[in-house]
């Protein structure tokens, strides 16, 4: 068996002159992707009184708790700016609690309440009613997700800080 091994950046592909148009653009077919993908869980979450990035967090949460919100955003890819606004959201709606880590204070703690793992049964009904709504078969949604998962690993080794950078 072999495998497949990056060992640096890839050479451009070749592009005809000028800028390609943008149903061309890689960019544009993950934005729209995504967008549509928000509008689909739209009407799935409202239901639970999520957002769709609430959602994301709450998955996170349910998967290992206590967290903390540094591990949040690293898993979520989002930083503190971002996260903390939503988590205060979460809080405020009785779903999860922050504390301090008695260990380490600079550390904030989330997990989910009682009233957040209650919603996590609600939400199991989510992925499927989800699926069923996509154009494609499973087996080339599965082949999708790990190109995806591989593309994004790709993308944050590449935006990574180097050592000793800002």
């Not at 960019?27 to 609430?54: E, N, V």
């Not at 996170?60 to 690293?74: F, M, S």
């Not at 380490?104 to 009613?129: C, F, H, M, N, Y």
């Amino acid at each position: 068996m072999t495998t497949k091994t990056t060992t640096g950046p890839r050479q451009a592909p070749a592009v005809s002159a000028g800028v390609a148009r943008l149903d061309q653009q890689l960019c544009f077919a993950l934005y729209s992707a995504s967008g549509l993908m928000t509008k689909l869980y739209r009407p799935l979450l409202d239901p639970l009184g999520l957002t769709y990035p609430q959602y994301l967090a709450m998955l996170v949460i349910w998967e290992k708790a206590p967290r903390t919100v540094g591990e949040l955003g690293e898993v979520l890819g989002l930083d503190s700016a971002t996260l903390t606004p939503l988590l205060k959201r979460l809080e405020a709606s009785g779903l999860v609690t922050r504390r301090r880590d008695t260990a380490d204070e600079r550390r904030v703690l989330v997990e989910a309440t009682a009233k957040g793992q209650a919603l996590r049964e609600q939400a199991k009904s989510v992925p499927i009613a989800l699926a069923c709504q996509l154009p494609l078969e499973p087996g080339e949604l599965k082949s999708l997700h790990g190109t995806l998962t591989r593309f994004v690993g790709g993308l944050r080794k590449a935006t990574a800080t180097p050592p000793g950078g800002d």
